[in-house]
């Protein structure tokens, strides 16, 4: 069965720092893509990574995937308030399996 | 159309009671899907529409859950006597494709 795992699963972070998210998967799967939740809201589409080697950043976040590897990374740059979220990986297309989440806290 | 809307947003019933949620998803969009959600997880797969066709239920969705999506567009996902262990976010999402996925804002059932 299709396993995702993040880590890691809490992240406290102050403002100003990087930090790397990881989303590793247990099967082959092309495309992974990336959540936020804010809390008690649903989830916003962040990144749809199609193919190896694929990049994508969007202000502050840059996500990665290597398919070789079964890895993805949500990079974070100068952490802002705002980025505080959970935020998801999820594979496979048809079924969209999730990771647990990384719960991020940006403090000032 | 300005996203996916589902209805109730929250819905507290007792044990034993049959409920029924609704999402009506982007009218262009023929890929229907539903997730449940505990606190401190992710969303859990439970079944998908093409079009007005179910074409994949997860185990999770029990004999005392049912979706329908009759005519292609709304869908409804009816649990029959809850459980408190039935308690979460319900989370509807549709797509096009497979990329684009957009979620409504679910559902929180509370079974007491």
């Known amino acids: 069965e299709l396993k995702v795992e993040q880590n890691p699963l809490f992240l406290s972070m102050q403002e100003g720092k990087n930090y790397t998210i990881y989303c590793n998967y247990s099967t082959t799967s092309d495309r992974l893509y990336w959540y936020r939740q804010d809390p008690g809201k649903s989830l916003e589409s962040l990144f749809v990574?199609?193919?190896?080697?694929a990049v994508k950043q969007e202000g502050r976040l840059m996500a990665s995937l290597d398919t070789k590897a079964r890895l993805s990374t949500l990079h974070i740059t100068a952490a802002v308030h705002d980025l505080s979220a959970t935020y998801f990986c999820a594979v496979d297309p048809k079924r969209k399996r999730f990771g647990a989440g990384t719960r991020l806290t940006v403090k000032p | 159309d300005t996203g996916v809307s589902q209805d109730p947003r929250h819905k507290i019933t007792k044990r034993g009671q049959n409920v029924t949620f609704r999402c009506d998803p982007i009218?262009?969009?023929?890929?229907l899907y539903w997730y449940r959600q505990t606190l401190g997880q992710g969303p859990e797969f439970l079944t998908y529409f093409q079009n007005e066709a179910q074409l994949e239920k997860s185990r999770l969705l029990s004999d005392r859950f049912s979706a329908e999506r009759p005519k292609g567009s709304f869908s409804t996902l009816e649990i029959q006597r809850t459980e408190q262990g039935d308690s979460a976010m319900y989370l509807c999402?549709?797509?096009?494709?497979?990329?684009?996925?957009?979620f409504g804002s679910g559902t929180r059932l509370t079974v007491v």
């Open positions: 999402a549709s797509s096009l494709d497979y990329y684009g996925y957009t």
């Open positions: 009218s262009e969009h023929n890929r």
């Open positions: 990574l199609l193919s190896n080697g």
